[in-house]
């Protein structure tokens, strides 16, 4: 990296705000213990599984003497999941904190997620080969990856790292599977007498890794300050230009907490949020009926535009979908030998029409050719219809295409209805962290070690108070145990992060219910704007939506 | 426009940065005749075309008594074609220039483009209706359209307009081909004795409209940035995952500017020039080989991922698709009975087979079954192939991804090939404008107003120096003639203003020449970042790679 942008060089010199209590000497910051805890749910069956980690209480750093923190340790890092800005701040934060404790700690990034630790692929990060890194987007310091530490081999070989290495502790920086597996970690090791311990620190864009001890993880207030840049900027054009309705499908596979800060940054006409559809149980035609009557509407006043936000994993969660890919996921498996065969898409309907439910086949029939052929065509490395591949945005615009068409067959559509279709995802992923997030990640990385350095195990990076200023932020840890519950996967009972999904009845979900049947009738858009890293606070360090409300609503309980 | 966002509520305290000479006093900017002008070719059918405003002289602003800039005038203004960021900011110039001369003038925004002014459908745009548009992107103000007035019918149209608004001039905002509207109208209305004159503005994303008088179009540097930004993001994903080479189309039709500027901002590994490609005569083949073997090679080094930028229009400009959709529109529009009574792709192919040249129906076969369809499916109300609708970015991927397989069986390529496709467009077009083009267009919109109050008729208004402070920046005028040369359309000759594409000979294109080999196989990549409005005069100001390496090639000479 021997040529930077300009940008980047102003953002070297950026200065992370750090809480007031991690502004103390390592040695100056001591664990109170915060009462102890238990786990989202099945507790009995997680005390069974995690009996070193489970039931610790939180822990919340106030000044006192800490002597620990001072001394040698070797430690490791791991970036896990897909990328998420910040990522390198979470790094730096660490570092800081570790060489001011002891000039001869050493840090290790292990190279490209959890296989690093697998494989002992390390690279040593001094502040010197970190300097470049500071306050900087993606993860390409050591890059990332999704596996998992889960067979007995891999085990024995992380511990073998470990052991070579001799490493006291390793962060792990990722969502709530990358979180999961730093449990089972910790567990493993300390069952095994082993001297590891396992640090989380929470990252996710899709903002779906939270509870009361974690107010937001980190990337989403960049990643979403990118999404509503970009839809703000389509809103403004849709109303230059006043002849498009753009279908914008943005990131968050399981949770629609991306599409809906989205929605209140921009007030774009409609967005779709997958738990809802769940929840009222919502079929395709029903939601295309919706958006089409929106179109309608609009154009009575000759507004014949508009803009519609749509979850990435919005088809999962109606229901006749999600059963026709369960279906599609089990039949072409199951007889893949003969489905594979098959060449072209009228002998593969066929097919299916002998092979799936009658249920499952209407759905299927439903879809648009190019888009049902999408279901079958990519599909994983296991055969599974690959959701994430699926052009929802399209299916949605072509639905809604089909019934204006309809409508106005039958005198209940007087305008016209065109639409351009698009997908946000990579271009917020690894965008340079917004000011929030250098802060905040500055500050996990810091509270890692912390945590870490007073010897604890199993927990995870906690940092709140985050609508006050930095200076005002609290920091310490949470058991990582306490976000877990038993869910079934693959018929296994398993214990994992429950997933944070939008609350149907909190704060911020109501924020839009309350606003969004005049959003889709009158133009109420709001353009947020390209991230800004300079200037008045109020613009350059607002926080999200989501992190406002839902703050908000918790003082008021 | 009751609630604005953060960055709104601050850019409408922006104060553009305005050049020294239009700093003065309306009725102290004097015009300076700076030599009599040609055209950009067949020069004397220019003048035989157009005798009432060929060969005037280039205008420059002195400091010197202008009274009649002190006069009441009644203003028209239309904003044309595709928005580009600034166009508020041009009507602020213009504005406040015509207010300040005499507060009894009035300006009449036309609305939805010319037909505005055919339709006599206008707004008056007073001090107070334009604060909220002040250094704010879209042209949703008074809208755009795409309509000429070109017939004997519209003349007259917009000549009763001009009588009942007693109106005497209009500004048209636009790029190449509303700005030869504009020459067209100033002729027309001169020739017939009317007072109203015209004058024009340089708008275009693009960048095509430009001379030595024209440094840039506004719109460009916003625009770009945007894109640069998001093609950066992407860029830090790309070498942070590891697995994805992302296939990026940037918006640009006609010229590859916008991809040009992307690519030396952020140094992707391959960046397409359609005007190379048609210069070199390359085959669809001969793109995808190029491509391909950067694949293997950067495989070679452990890198199985990179980025591609592409320009929107590249099909057009490859001689074999070229000739493919000239001959797919003679003969759909031919025998489109015939062929509209077709249904399957399968007979449409079979019909084609029949019906076009071996070499159009051998360049046929090359395309992804997908990509042929989009050029059968998405044709225009005259029947024409949508080259906008057609997924470049998808052919590309798809061929490379077939090629490599190839590669692979033949032992020449040893890594994985995954690929994702994004277009840029919309995202850019109705950005807020950086400080450059609120400054630049501001500067413009005074510029316009100077030239129709010193009695000027069918200039384009001329913002120079661009690269020095705006305090430095010269401000004047220029025929519209001088920018024009007679083409070919729909087999009449016509003059309109050319086009300026990428000069490959020119140092833009040679900046990129000359590192293009190291950026495919070295990873390079800068991340520019989001636009920023404050901060350091060095991010929040800069100029683009274009404007700053054509300004010092200027300098050369």
Redesign the interface.
């Known amino acids: 990296m021997t ?9 070297y010199r950026y200065e992370p705000k750090v809480p007031a209590i991690l502004r103390q000497d390592v040695g100056m910051i001591a664990v109170k213990k915060a009462g102890e805890t238990g786990g989202a749910g099945n507790q009995r069956e997680l005390q069974r599984r995690f009996p070193h980690i489970y039931g610790a209480p939180a822990a919340l750093f106030k000044r006192g003497e800490n002597p620990p923190a001072k001394k040698r340790y070797n430690v490791g890092v791991v970036l896990s999941g ?2 998420a800005p910040g990522g390198h701040n979470v790094i730096a934060g660490l570092l800081d904190s570790l060489k001011q404790g002891n000039p001869r700690s050493k840090l290790y990034g292990f190279l ?1 997620g959890p296989a690093g630790l697998i494989n002992c692929a390390y690279r040593e990060i001094t502040p010197k080969i970190l300097q470049p890194y500071r306050n ?5 310091i050591i ?2 990856g999704r596996d998992k530490v889960e067979t007995p081999d891999q085990f024995r070989a992380a511990a073998e790292t470990a052991a070579k290495l001799d490493l006291d502790a390793v962060v792990i920086v990722g969502g709530d599977d990358s979180n999961t597996n730093a449990a089972v970690l910790a567990e493993h090791f300390a069952s095994s007498g082993a001297k590891t311990r396992f640090i989380g620190v929470p990252k996710t864009i899709d903002g779906d890794l939270k509870n009361e001890f974690i107010e937001t993880s980190f990337g989403f207030d960049s990643a979403t300050k ?1 999404y509503s ?2 839809v ?3 809103a ?2 849709a ?4 002849k498009y309705w ?1 279908f914008i499908k943005v990131m968050g596979r399981s949770a629609s907490h991306i599409a809906l800060e989205c929605a209140l ?1 921009t ?1 774009a006409n409609i967005c779709l949020i997958s738990e809802e559809v769940e929840a009222r149980g919502l079929t395709l035609a029903q939601i295309t009926e919706d958006i089409s009557r929106a179109v309608a509407a609009r154009a009575e006043g000759g507004e014949n535009f508009g803009v519609v936000i749509i979850p990435e994993g919005l088809v999962e969660f109606i229901p006749e979908i999600k059963k026709l890919i369960g279906e599609l996921n089990g039949q072409m498996a199951k007889k893949a030998d003969e489905f594979n065969a098959l060449r072209s898409f009228q002998d593969k309907r066929a097919w299916l029409g002998a092979n799936l439910s009658e249920e499952s086949m209407g759905a299927f029939n439903t879809l648009p050719e ?1 888009i049902a052929a999408e279901f079958l065509i990519d599909r994983d490395p296991h055969g599974n219809v690959q959701v994430s591949r699926i052009e929802t945005e399209r299916l949605l615009a072509t639905l809604v295409e089909q019934r204006v068409a309809v409508l106005k067959k039958e005198g209940k559509f007087h305008g016209n209805f065109a639409s ?1 279709t ?1 997908f946000f995802g ?7 962290p917004s000011n929030f997030d250098a802060d905040y990640c500055y500050a996990l990385g810091k509270t890692a070690f912390m945590l870490l350095a007073s010897g604890l195990n199993g927990y995870l990076a906690s940092v709140r108070n985050l609508t006050a200023p930095p200076s005002k932020w609290t920091a310490g840890g949470v058991p990582l145990t306490s976000l877990m519950h038993i869910e079934t996967r693959k018929g296994e009972p398993k214990p994992v992060i429950k997933k944070a999904l939008v609350d149907l009845k909190g704060p911020v979900f109501r924020a839009l219910a309350a606003k969004r049947e005049e959003w889709a009738l009158k133009t ?1 858009y ?11 606070a ?3 360090d ?1 926080a999200t939506k989501t992190l406002v409300l839902e703050s908000l609503g918790a003082k008021k309980k």
């Open positions: 040529e930077v942008s300009a940008l980047q060089t102003e953002r897909g990328p490209n900087t987007g993606g993860f390409d890059g990332s990118v840049q970009l703000g900027n389509i403004r054009d109303c230059s230009s006043r753009h940054q007030q190019g351009y698009h990579y271009e917020g992923r690894c965008g340079a109420s709001l353009f947020p704007g390209s991230p800004q890293y300079f200037g008045p109020g613009v350059s607002r």
